[in-house]
């Protein structure tokens, strides 16, 4: 039986077997980790995004990297400027009211149906998560703070049946996600984020939608109110073209 060829060894898209992969898969991936990054400003706005320095992080070519970089581009989280570079987007300013109204309207429905589907089982669910956020608050890990939140709002929309809301948040609430993240390190919001999580998981534990309800709103909210200062604080993080007069 005649020995294959190094070309036979190769995949459809011309890499050989060694692991690496395909350019569909890399791109997603690459795309994903990048995203992460960027809402989470590991990659601050204005900072440039390399792409050679990219793709030989990953060990692969341009191209995944340039499909990745397109997509949260389409995205608004990078500028691709044809002469100058790709950069960290900035966080723009007059988008964050109506992503914040958008999303305290819809958690406030799901907040009154979960009081009225709620299980034992699924309250204890959201205890623990506030239990997490306590830890994460001692250990002044706010990534872990900030995923237990994730999770916290997450829940509430599976209880109420309807998930498929919360991933409709997370397509509207991207750039507000960067925004919370500057407010964390302010001296007792994680605290006060916990009280606020807590009042709305006594309503749900109570089965009271009208309580669950007005406690998100409260809760949301809370994020219109700390825009203003906390832009002042970090101006260059933040585009304020276009911004409401």
């Given at each position: ?20 992969p395909r350019t569909a898969t890399a791109a997603a991936r690459i795309y994903a980790d990048l995203r992460a990054e960027l809402v989470s400003l590991q990659r601050k ?201």
């Open positions: 039986m005649r020995s294959p060829k190094t070309s036979e060894l190769r995949s459809p898209i011309g890499h050989k077997r060694t692991g690496r706005p204005g900072d440039p995004v390399l792409e050679a320095e990219i793709a030989l992080s990953y060990g692969v070519s341009r191209t995944p990297v340039r499909e990745a970089i397109l997509r949260l581009s389409d995205e608004g989280l990078v500028e691709i400027f044809p002469q100058s570079g790709i950069f960290v987007s900035r966080i723009p300013l007059a988008a964050l009211p109506e992503a914040i109204i958008v999303r305290r309207s819809l958690e406030e429905t799901t907040a009154r149906i979960a009081t009225e589907r709620a299980s034992s089982s699924q309250i204890l669910g959201l205890h623990s998560i506030i239990e997490r956020q306590r830890e994460a608050e001692t250990a002044g890990d706010r990534e872990a703070f900030h995923q237990a939140d994730e999770a916290f709002h997450a829940t509430i929309a599976d209880i109420a049946g309807h998930p498929g809301i919360w991933k409709l948040i997370l397509q509207v609430k991207i750039h507000v996600d960067r925004f919370r993240r500057l407010t964390l390190p302010q001296r007792g919001r994680m605290a006060e984020v916990i009280a606020e999580h807590e009042a709305i998981m006594a309503a749900i534990e109570a089965h009271d939608p009208a309580s669950a309800g007005t406690a998100m709103v409260r809760h949301l909210e809370r994020l219109l109110a700390d825009i203003s200062a906390t832009q002042h604080k970090n101006p260059e993080f933040f585009d304020q073209q276009n911004q409401p007069m």
